[in-house]
């Protein structure tokens, strides 16, 4: 049975838990059994290859906390030994009272945050087992236990199951939907910021991790991983990916995310990145490369927007601001913002894009269409890239246009944004309008000169808006159903006020 067939079948189990309520609740549980599993065949290779050289490995958890002991025992002949098993009251009883306290308390036993003991307990921390009946729990374990993660085809198949559980926890709706970004946009930022190894980077609003995995794929991906000397991968490993998430859920499922794509230590901490005052960062503070899409709508407090030389209560400008600080020398930056940051003029939008415009160099901006983050939003949105290596000076622009109208159903896919990834390595290929071609032109370039009150929206000159043209008698008729209109309304107001 296949990786995919086994989470189906424990969603459908898990769905008739009194304790489990939506994708939301299933992806977390199903999420920590996934990973203990994961973490005891991470730990028996561990074992297996320090004795191969003739040397001891010190297991994480205390042996009869492994899963061999507690999750599914085994009996001389390898099948499950229904003696020590566990399961009903008595399991519940066990995970509730003696193991998920054993799992919390490693955060405060462990003094080293790149320690994998610290990891555990920073996981745990936020998490409580929500599966109500131990026979359902029972029959999750069992069927778990039948994955192998010590094998690499069935991890890379892990790795894209889990993708799917968190795409489904964001379609889900609600909250949740901050938790995913669509693969093809990450894929495209992650390729089009120039990652090398050595780089450090970083997303201050991390949800799931995604922006984190996929540029670790991008650095290991295929022939890659086999070239790299191990110092570059104890680097990759160790001292490459950071980020921050406020919420418990995200911070949770980010680093299970990162850990199951093979992240072993990622510095992802817990926290609202934005009370953090910005004037004191230093350059050893600062990242390489940022990737991210932040939260954008919400509404900070007061205490909050003292952390920023320009007071806002718009996440989005806090968040840009943040980023703009957090930037190395030299380093780029690949950032989701939603339109109102571009075309927005009043104070404090202004000021920050000021700053943006003379400080940092914002070489890219793609405009994104309607619908990329359906069903949990329709604000329109565009990627946003500066690096800092001087002053603005022209900027590029790309309208990405899918063939169909977004919707929830038809999401956006790689092959709709693929050409901007292919201009934006070969700038000689750009603004083909210039050029005679039939192919509609979907990119474009302005000199910062030219824009006015610090206006950014992107305004395809290409598109040609279609006249319509009518007879004066089609003008005529169509303005007599106008008032016909208006004076209907007029009575249905008048009718109002009267009653």
Not at 8 to 36: C, K, N, P, V
Not at 237 to 263: A, P, R
Not at 419 to 437: C, D, G, I, Q
Request: aromatic letters at 10%; proline letters at 4%.
């Amino acid at each position: 049975m296949s990786i995919q067939n086994s989470i189906d079948r424990i969603t459908d189990i898990l769905r008739r838990d009194d304790g489990i309520s939506g994708a939301m609740h299933y992806t977390e549980q199903i999420s920590w059994i996934l990973f203990l599993k994961f973490l005891n065949d991470y730990e028996d290779n561990n074992a297996d290859e320090a004795f191969l050289e003739g040397k001891d490995y010190n297991y994480v958890l205390r042996k009869d906390l492994r899963w061999n002991q507690w999750a599914c025992p085994k009996d001389e002949n390898g099948k499950l030994d229904v003696k020590r098993a566990l399961t009903g009251d008595d399991l519940i009883e066990f995970v509730n009272n003696t193991f998920f306290p054993y799992l919390k308390a490693f955060k405060s036993t462990t003094n080293n945050p790149k320690a994998l003991s610290y990891k555990i307990g920073a996981i745990f921390e936020y998490l409580d087992n929500r599966i109500a009946s131990g026979h359902t729990l029972r029959e999750v374990l069992d069927i778990i236990d039948g994955l192998d993660f010590q094998s690499s085809d069935e991890l890379f198949e892990l790795s894209q199951v889990y993708e799917t559980l968190l795409k489904s926890m964001g379609n889900d709706g609600g909250n949740s939907g901050e938790f995913y970004t669509p693969r093809a946009i990450i894929k495209a930022m992650v390729e089009t910021t120039d990652i090398k190894v050595g780089d450090t980077i970083y997303d201050g609003a991390a949800g799931s991790g995604g922006f984190l995995v996929e540029a670790f794929d991008f650095l290991t991906a295929g022939e890659k991983k086999e070239k790299l000397s191990a110092k570059e991968w104890k680097t990759i490993q160790n001292d490459t990916f950071f980020g921050q998430e406020k919420t418990s859920l995200g911070y949770v499922m980010g680093m299970m995310n990162m850990i199951l794509h093979g992240i072993e230590s990622p510095n992802v901490f817990k926290g609202n990145t934005l009370t953090q005052n910005i004037r004191d960062y230093q350059e050893k503070d600062r990242h390489n490369v940022i990737l991210a899409n932040p939260p954008f709508g919400g509404k900070e407090k007061k205490q909050i927007q003292q952390n920023f030389p320009v007071e806002s209560n718009a996440t989005e400008i806090l968040f840009l601001q943040h980023f703009m600080k957090m930037l190395k020398l030299k380093g780029r930056a690949s950032i989701i913002v939603p339109e109102g940051v571009l075309f927005q003029t009043n104070n404090a939008f202004t000021k920050v894009k000021q700053t943006l415009l003379e400080n940092f160099n914002v070489h890219t901006i793609v405009s994104l269409p309607a619908g990329v983050f359906l069903p949990y939003s329709g604000v329109k949105t565009n990627l946003l890239y500066f690096d800092r290596k001087g002053a603005t000076n022209d900027i590029w622009y790309y309208d990405v246009t899918p063939p169909y109208k977004l919707t929830k159903n038809k999401p956006i896919l790689y092959e709709h944004i693929e050409e901007f990834v292919h201009l934006f390595h070969y700038p000689k290929k750009r603004n083909a309008s210039s050029k005679k071609t039939d192919k509609p032109c979907n990119d474009w370039t302005i000199n910062v000169a030219d824009i006015k009150d610090y206006d950014l929206s992107a305004k395809n000159p290409h598109k040609v808006v279609e006249v319509v043209h009518l007879s004066p008698k089609e003008l005529l008729t169509a303005i007599k159903q106008n008032d016909t209109e208006i004076s209907n309304l007029m009575n249905q107001i008048e009718s109002l006020i009267d009653g």
